[in-house]
Structures are given as structure tokens and as C-alpha cells.
């Protein structure tokens, strides 16, 4: 086990950001798809990787959709990453013409796994930290290795004090 904090910034993000982003990404794959095969099937990194990749299927008109299951995370503590659910390999081959995504890389050993399963594939992921970025073929926005990335689907709206309360 890897202890990853400190992060010591956060980078909060809302569903319009993520759908504006997850667009963004689908923009760039549109003119990258193979010639001979087009992008024919998306396979999304669960969980995080679901959200996103049905937003880039969707822009991209892919129908073909399967998952990938990646276990290495404990909330913010890393394990060594193993493939816990596989893709229809019948399906994937050797991944030409198939588009990974995920919602981020951070170490980049998700996409180390996940690369060694699908060596053709095409990975994309929304947001990328530095440690990874070798390891992904196009993505969206960078923010820093202290950085860690909330998403909507782990937050709640929640009452904050006004700056000038009762007291002053
Ligand atoms: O580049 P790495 O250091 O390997 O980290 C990136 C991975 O970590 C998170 O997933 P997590 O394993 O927490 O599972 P989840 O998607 O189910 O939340 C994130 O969604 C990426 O898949
Ligand atoms: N939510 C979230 N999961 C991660 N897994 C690895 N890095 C991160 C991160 O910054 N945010
Ligand atoms: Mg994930």
C-alpha cells in the first residue's frame, strides 16, 4: 500500500464541467479515429471511466460499449492495481479501433494494466496528472500531482457560513 497524501490542492468538479470536458475530449478523438476501422467500440474504465465514456460514445455515435475493472484504490491510498473484470475479448482483439476512457490518470498504473490488455487501443482519459501522462493518448486538462480531483459523483451540495456572520 502506498499512502498518496498529502494533496494539497483540491480541483472540484461539477457535472456541466465534466460534460463540457468529457465534450471536449470526444472533439479531439473525432478527427483521430483509424481510417479503415473508425472508432468502433468504447470501452469504459469503471467506475470513474463510465460517466465520461458514455458522454464520448454518445458525441461520437458509438454504440458498442463494454467495461474494464480496474481495482487499486482505497479512498486516497493505492494497492497494486489488478484487472477484476475483463472486457469481451472476442470483441476488443488486440484494441484497434477501440477507444479506453477514464475520468483521469494520476500514477498512470491503471493504464499500465490496462494498456498490457488492449496494446492497439486508443486511451483517452478527461484529466491528467503528470505521473501518467506518458501512459494516456489524449486527454483534456492537467492540474497537479498535489492535486486531488473530486467528482460529482462524490460530492454533496452543503450549507456554508456567510463570510460575515453573527459575531462580527
Ligand atoms: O493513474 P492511477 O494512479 O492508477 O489512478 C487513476 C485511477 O484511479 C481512480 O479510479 P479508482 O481505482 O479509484 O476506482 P473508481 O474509478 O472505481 O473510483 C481513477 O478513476 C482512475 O481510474
Ligand atoms: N477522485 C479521484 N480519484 C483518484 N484516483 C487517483 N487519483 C485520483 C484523484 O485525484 N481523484
Ligand atoms: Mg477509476
Redesign the pocket.
Known amino acids: 500500500m502506498t499512502d498518496?497524501l498529502p494533496h494539497e490542492k483540491g480541483f472540484h468538479v461539477s457535472w456541466d464541467q465534466l460534460h463540457r470536458d468529457a465534450r471536449a475530449l470526444a472533439w479531439r478523438l473525432q478527427s483521430m479515429a483509424p481510417e479503415d476501422t473508425g472508432w468502433r467500440a468504447v470501452v469504459a474504465?469503471?467506475?470513474?471511466?463510465m460517466a465520461p465514456a458514455m458522454i464520448v460514445a454518445r458525441e461520437l455515435d458509438i454504440r458498442t460499449v463494454d467495461t474494464i475493472?480496474?481495482?487499486?484504490?482505497h479512498h486516497q491510498t493505492?494497492s497494486e492495481?489488478k484487472i477484476i473484470k475483463a472486457p469481451d475479448m472476442e470483441l476488443i482483439g488486440d484494441g484497434t479501433g477501440v477507444l479506453v476512457v477514464?475520468?483521469?490518470?494520476?500514477?498512470?498504473?491503471?493504464?499500465?494494466v490496462v494498456r498490457k490488455h488492449m496494446p492497439k487501443a486508443h486511451i483517452a482519459?478527461v484529466y491528467a496528472?503528470p505521473?501518467?501522462r506518458p501512459?494516456v493518448d489524449t486527454f483534456v486538462t492537467e492540474v497537479s500531482q498535489d492535486t486531488w480531483i473530486f467528482?460529482p459523483w462524490d460530492m454533496a451540495l452543503q450549507y456554508v457560513q456567510p463570510l460575515r456572520g453573527k459575531d462580527d
Open positions: 498518496r474504465i469503471t467506475r470513474g471511466g475493472s480496474v481495482k487499486s484504490y493505492q492495481p477514464d475520468d483521469l490518470v494520476d500514477t498512470g498504473k491503471t493504464l499500465e482519459t496528472k505521473m501518467g501512459m467528482f
